[in-house]
């Protein structure tokens, strides 16, 4: 069974930057993909970002291309989001997530199996 926690969520201005990560325990990795998506108040959950575990592929939703960076450390089981240029619409709680199997790029909400319990991002104007 996979388990995942994530950590780093806070509050910043406009502007500011963040670093999530996501620390990942049980079951293999080689074959999943990871992702990161967020839900904000009153929205749907939205995928921003993935990456496959085993190679160097991201895949990332436009709206935070150039600004979000996914990466992974394999010697530590822990997946990352470095958010940057943070913007109030960036708000929401964002959830760890991985698959169960392999899928690429893992944009739906449905491609994962496996969730953290969330943290909160919040950016004032």
């Known amino acids: 069974q996979v388990q995942l926690v994530e950590s780093g969520g806070g509050v910043v201005q406009a502007g500011g930057s963040l670093r999530l990560s996501c620390a990942v325990s049980?079951?293999?990795?080689?074959?999943?993909?990871m992702g990161w998506i967020r839900q904000a108040p009153g929205k749907e959950r939205e995928f921003v970002a993935a990456?496959?575990?085993?190679?160097?592929?991201?895949y990332y939703t436009d709206s935070v291309k150039g600004r979000f960076t996914i990466s992974r450390d394999n010697a530590k089981r822990t997946v990352y989001l470095q958010m940057n240029s943070l913007k109030p619409e960036d708000t929401a709680v964002y959830y760890c997530?991985?698959?169960?199997?392999?899928?690429?790029?893992?944009?739906?909400?449905?491609?994962?199996?496996?969730w953290g319990q969330g943290t909160q991002v919040t950016v004032s104007s």
């Open positions: 997530a991985a698959s169960k199997n392999w899928v690429w790029p893992a944009t739906m909400i449905s491609h994962y199996d496996y």
């Open positions: 990456i496959a575990w085993s190679g160097v592929s991201t």
């Open positions: 049980g079951g293999t990795l080689s074959s999943r993909t």
